[in-house]
Every structure is written in structure tokens, then in C-alpha cells.
């Protein structure tokens, strides 16, 4: 277990950790540097070990235990009744040893129609174990604390017709961050929130020469909710509401082998917080014009700030288009036992630059499966380079059968 001592307020220190990325790039000029700031950063973490590995993809892939955190719609196209899902990801092992996610996600058919479904998640981020408030005089830290956050929440997903969906998810996030630090008389109180989401998903077989292929769609807009603050309501922080757009085609190869490729677009729907260096601070007018711009962000409601999000940018419509991430993802899939996996995920260097690679496997024998992901940033000092995730996956279609057997 790595300690570390920190003087900074704790909700510094994952805005730094998601941030550090884009400092390595030494093209970007200050005044061009602006990510979209928001409380709570970890729930847009992949959980998973197949999205990850195809550049953080997921919107319009085939539906698997893990659509909770991608498109919660695929669901209701599920192929097998239910099933669980156990993710574990150790984060920024490049820096730290004792920072992680853990997920646990799954979900169950209701009803015989095969038309609805029921889901879960529960995921839980450890920032590992600080010490703040420095040290006595014999050495002895004068607190030790074990920050995490936390996110538990409920979906439904209904086919609407035989080609789409919908689905909604309502969720509780908990970021515990709270400290008191003796040593500087800083402090930070746990932050509670509610969140939706809501999302579709459509799916078609068309044929192409004399193949049946299957291209599909969908969209999640997840974390529409209320905001977060750490300081008893002094500064308030928006959740990281995003809009996921994806599109997939999947096509055979030969008899038991198909391949598929897929394209995800991101964009946070978060107000862009005013910058000082964007204003004349040198006169008085410049000042107040800052203030009142500071002061409108701040008071600013969730649902305004979605609709704020797609034209606040100091740079206009060019600043805009760089806010959107792009996942580029394949896959292919043997007999559905064997997974090869790549993609890339970029992120303009101006809104944090985490761009990278990724890799990955599965292995699946009826009831469990088995996917890892690897990640290979494009900076080789980021901390996110080298990134692994590892999911387990029961299906309880293959359970029941083997159970069957068994009794028999």
C-alpha cells in the first residue's frame, strides 16, 4: 500500500490525475489548454475489458453483461436470460500501486415476451490510502484517510419494435473525499448525487452479397443529474454528463468466424467554466465582465448547462468540435469462444490529450468468460500508458444448461 502526503484539497487531486496527460504536450500553449472540468471523474471510466480494448466502444456493439455503463438499451436484445459481470482495473499503476475500479454489472429477462430486461451496477473507485496534515516530530502521519467514490444504479429496457429499444437508468453516486486537515485547517465533506440515463439502441440484418450482416446504432446520455460539492455548498461541481453516439457493423468471414468494426463519438454536455486569461483583467470592466460570467456558471442548473455545453466554448464552433472524443474500435470472433481485440481513442491535446491504443482478448467456455484489455498511450509519460482491465462473465443461459446435464 503506497501512502502519500498530500497538502492540496483532495477534490484537486483526481482533476490532476485525469489532467496530467495533456501537460506532456508541449505544442499546446496555455491560453489553448481548456478540458471541461467536473466533479466525480471516475464514472466515466470504462469498467469493462471488451469496451476498453476497442478505444472505449460500446454505444452500438452487441449487447453483452457490461451495457449498463455504454448503452443500457442493448439489454433488451440480449441473447442469453441473464448474466453477471465482475470487472477490476488497477488505475494509474504507473504512478500509484493501490488505486483501482472495481464493477460489478449484470442483468435478467423479465417476463416471456424476451421484449424487456432488468439491470444493475455497482462500481466503486479507491484513490488508496493519503496522509494529510504532515507529520509530528516523530514521524507519525497526522491523519491517514482512504478517499473512494462510489455509483450504485437501477435500468429497465424495453424493445420498443423488433429493430429498437430504450432503456433508463437511475443512479446514486457517492464521492468521498472528505478530510480534516489539522495541519493547514483545509477540509472537504463527502458529495452525494442523483443521475439519469437514458438511451436507445437499433439493430438490422441487411444482406450484402449473399451474407447476412448486422449494423446497428445507438446513443446514452448518461449522468443527467443534480451537482456535487465538497465544501458545503460553496462551489459547486457538475457530473460529467456525457453523450455517447455509436454505430457498429458486423459481418461473417466464413462459417463460425465473423468480424465487426465500430465508431463511438463523446462529447461532455458541461457548461465550459469562464477563464480569467479570457478576459481584460487588467481594467475594472474586464473584471466584473469575469465575475458576472463566473457567477452565471455557477448558479447555472444541470439542464442548462446540456443545452449551454454545444455553444459556450471561448473558441466557438472550432473549440466546440474538439470537445468530441472518437473511439475507433474491431473485433473479431471465433465460433463466439475466441476474441481479438484492438481500437484507438482520441482526445484533442487541448481538452486533455488522452489519446491511445488498446488491445485486447477474450476466451469464453459457455458459462464463464474471460476478456483482458491493454492500454498504449500515445505519450509515453501519461500516466494512463500501460493501463490493464480484467473481466469475468457469467452467462446463466450456459449455467442452466450445465446444471441440466448435470441432473440428468
Excluded at 440484418?205 to 455548498?233: A, L
Aim: proline share 4%; aromatic share 14%; net charge negative.
Amino acid at each position: 500500500m503506497m501512502k502519500r502526503n498530500l497538502f492540496i484539497p483532495l477534490s484537486f487531486i483526481l482533476a490532476l490525475l485525469f489532467a496530467f496527460p495533456a501537460f506532456a504536450d508541449n505544442e499546446i500553449k496555455d491560453n489553448e489548454f481548456n478540458p471541461v472540468n467536473t466533479g466525480v471523474t471516475t464514472l466515466s471510466i470504462a469498467p469493462d475489458a471488451r469496451g476498453s480494448s476497442m478505444g472505449n466502444l460500446g454505444a452500438a456493439t452487441d449487447p453483452d453483461m457490461n451495457s449498463q455503463f455504454w448503452n443500457p438499451s442493448k439489454y433488451a436484445f440480449g441473447y442469453s436470460t441473464g448474466g453477471l459481470s465482475l470487472s477490476y482495473t488497477p488505475w494509474l499503476r504507473k504512478i500509484v500501486n493501490d488505486i483501482f475500479l472495481a464493477n460489478l454489472a449484470g442483468y435478467w429477462k423479465l417476463g416471456s415476451g424476451d421484449n424487456q430486461a432488468l439491470s444493475a451496477s455497482l462500481r466503486y473507485f479507491s484513490l488508496g490510502e493519503v496522509t494529510t496534515g504532515g507529520y509530528d516530530d516523530g514521524g507519525t502521519a497526522a491523519m491517514t484517510i482512504n478517499p473512494y467514490e462510489f455509483a450504485i444504479d437501477l435500468g429497465y429496457s424495453r424493445k420498443l419494435s423488433e429493430k429498437f429499444s430504450m432503456g433508463v437508468v437511475l443512479r446514486y453516486i457517492l464521492s468521498d473525499l472528505s478530510y480534516n486537515n489539522t495541519y493547514t485547517g483545509e477540509s472537504n465533506t463527502a458529495a452525494s448525487a442523483f443521475s439519469v440515463d437514458l438511451s436507445g439502441y437499433y439493430v438490422t440484418y441487411p444482406m450484402v452479397g449473399r451474407n447476412e450482416c448486422q449494423f446497428s446504432w445507438g446513443f446514452d446520455i448518461s449522468n443527467i443529474g443534480t451537482k456535487v460539492s465538497y465544501d458545503h455548498g460553496a462551489n459547486n461541481a457538475f457530473l460529467p454528463t456525457n453523450l455517447r453516439l455509436g454505430a457498429n457493423f458486423m459481418f461473417p468471414l466464413a462459417d463460425y468466424n465473423t468480424l465487426s468494426f465500430g465508431l463511438d463519438l463523446n462529447k461532455l454536455l458541461v457548461p465550459t467554466k469562464p477563464r480569467a486569461k479570457d478576459y481584460d483583467m487588467a481594467t475594472a470592466e474586464g473584471q466584473a465582465e469575469y465575475q458576472e460570467a463566473l457567477d452565471k456558471w455557477e448558479a447555472m442548473s444541470p439542464i442548462t448547462g446540456i443545452f449551454k455545453s454545444f455553444s459556450d466554448a471561448p473558441g466557438g464552433a472550432g473549440e466546440e468540435l474538439k470537445e468530441i472524443n472518437v473511439a475507433v474500435g474491431a473485433e473479431y470472433a471465433y465460433n463466439q469462444q475466441f476474441f481479438a481485440r484492438l481500437g484507438y481513442n482520441y482526445e484533442h491535446p487541448s481538452k486533455g490529450g488522452r489519446s491511445y491504443f488498446a488491445f485486447g482478448a477474450g476466451f469464453s467456455l459457455n458459462v464463464v468468460q474471460l476478456d483482458a484489455s491493454y492500454m498504449l498511450a500515445t505519450a509515453q509519460s501519461s500516466p494512463l500508458d500501460q493501463t490493464l482491465r480484467f473481466t469475468l462473465t457469467f452467462d446463466m443461459d450456459g449455467l442452466s444448461d450445465l446444471l441440466g446435464k448435470r441432473r440428468r
